[in-house]
């Protein structure tokens, strides 16, 4: 519609605007220059947040999951646990599930922990660094998981 206004694309007494196909163009192309300019890189950062924050593939991460635990018979309980404990924290907390409880409360190596932790960290669903915290995209995969895959830690 700016473009309409600039361009007096109007009734003569300017009591309607009229927009037309060359100003919705316009529009499209000037909002297209500034979100991929070099300076700004919108378009980047709005590609990065994505992946970091919204959940779009929910049945495929399941599947990765459910074949990570089908391999190591146990590895299932010590997901469904970590996987509850990471619940419990808010993703912008100072609060951290920490390598060595979890070593500690499960009695396994860190390297077992690693392992079994890996699809998490692969799909952005936890943040591994001095300790590890929920994404908002585990919150959301958390609410897929009781609406479609309640089965998955039972």
Same mark, same amino acid.
């Given at each position: 519609?700016?473009?309409?206004?600039?361009?007096?694309?109007?009734?003569?007494?300017?009591?309607?605007?009229?927009?037309?196909?060359? *100003?919705?163009?316009?529009? &499209?192309?000037?909002?297209?220059?500034?979100?991929?300019?070099?300076?700004?890189?919108?378009?980047? *950062?709005?590609? %990065?947040?994505?992946?970091?924050?919204?959940?779009?593939?929910?049945?495929?991460?399941?599947?990765?999951?459910?074949? *990570?635990?089908?391999?190591?018979?146990?590895?299932?309980?010590?997901?469904?646990?970590? =996987?509850?404990?990471?619940?419990?924290?808010?993703?912008?907390?100072?609060?951290?599930?920490?390598?060595?409880?979890?070593?500690?409360?499960?009695?396994?190596?860190?390297?077992?922990?690693?392992?079994?932790?890996?699809?998490?960290?692969?799909?952005?669903?936890?943040? @591994? @660094?001095?300790?590890?915290?929920?994404?908002?995209?585990?919150? %959301? =995969?958390? *609410?897929?998981?009781? &609406?479609?895959?309640?089965?998955? =830690?039972?």
């Amino acid at each position: 519609m700016a473009a309409a206004v600039i361009d007096l694309s109007s009734s003569d007494d300017f009591e309607t605007i009229t927009v037309k196909e060359k *100003h919705v163009l316009f529009m &499209e192309e000037e909002l297209d220059t500034w979100y991929s300019a070099g300076n700004c890189q919108l378009d980047a *950062h709005a590609s %990065q947040y994505e992946k970091e924050n919204v959940l779009s593939d929910e049945a495929v991460i399941c599947e990765r999951l459910v074949s *990570h635990i089908k391999q190591v018979e146990e590895r299932k309980e010590r997901l469904a646990f970590i =996987f509850e404990e990471l619940m419990r924290l808010k993703p912008d907390s100072k609060e951290k599930l920490s390598q060595a409880y979890l070593k500690d409360y499960l009695g396994v190596s860190r390297m077992t922990i690693f392992d079994d932790i890996q699809p998490l960290i692969a799909n952005r669903l936890m943040i @591994s @660094s001095r300790g590890y915290l929920p994404t908002t995209k585990l919150i %959301q =995969f958390n *609410h897929y998981l009781r &609406e479609q895959r309640i089965d998955l =830690f039972l």
